[in-house]
């Protein structure tokens, strides 16, 4: 979570409020059927306390997302299975690169901050600086030979 309360009474697509017949009824499947998703793991809702299912807004797109790939595309049940898990592992894969992304950017920030405040903390009287003028003269420097020593 990002830090701040919830309120416990808003709804959201995670939120478990649909009994199995109401499910059934908005993902246009029969009753059964969404047992035998639960049974395979296809679409697994939370429970009751008494053990009854209860669907939530996200459940019934994934209800409605099974029957067309089972019923438009041909895609047998095992099938489905492997790519909602492929799915959820890409979803996962993607929010850790965004939470590594941040990170890094914040380690960069605090890099940047720390780089900054070592060059404030230069202390400038200790090398007094002197403008250099170009000069147009040349110097050459020749050694001394051996014999003029």
Same mark, same amino acid.
């Given at each position: ?21 109401? #499910? ?6 029969? !009753? ?13 809702? $939370?429970?009751? !306390? ?8 996200? $459940?019934? $797109? ?9 019923? *438009?595309?041909? %895609? ?7 790519? %909602?898990?492929? *799915?959820?592992?890409?979803?996962a894969l993607q929010a850790r690169v965004a939470e590594l992304?941040?990170?890094? *950017?914040?380690? #960069? ?7 900054? #405040? ?9 090398v007094p600086y002197q403008d250099v003028q170009q000069a147009? #003269?040349?110097?050459?420097?020749? !050694? ?6």
């Amino acid at each position: 979570m990002d830090g701040r309360r919830r309120n416990p009474y808003q709804l959201t697509d995670e939120t478990p409020v649909y009994v199995i017949s109401v #499910a059934a009824q908005l993902s246009g499947l029969h !009753p059964q059927t969404l047992r035998q998703y639960d049974r395979l793991g296809l679409v697994s809702p $939370d429970r009751t !306390p008494g053990r009854g299912r209860r669907y939530s807004a996200r $459940d019934i $797109d994934l209800l409605r997302t099974v029957q067309q790939l089972s019923q *438009e595309e041909g %895609i047998n049940l095992a099938g489905i299975k492997r790519i %909602i898990e492929l *799915e959820n592992q890409v979803a996962a894969l993607q929010a850790r690169v965004a939470e590594l992304s941040s990170a890094v *950017e914040g380690a #960069a920030t605090a890099m940047q901050q720390r780089e900054a #405040a070592v060059h404030a903390s230069y202390r400038r009287d200790l090398v007094p600086y002197q403008d250099v003028q170009q000069a147009s #003269a040349l110097v050459v420097w020749r !050694p001394k030979r051996s014999s003029e020593q």
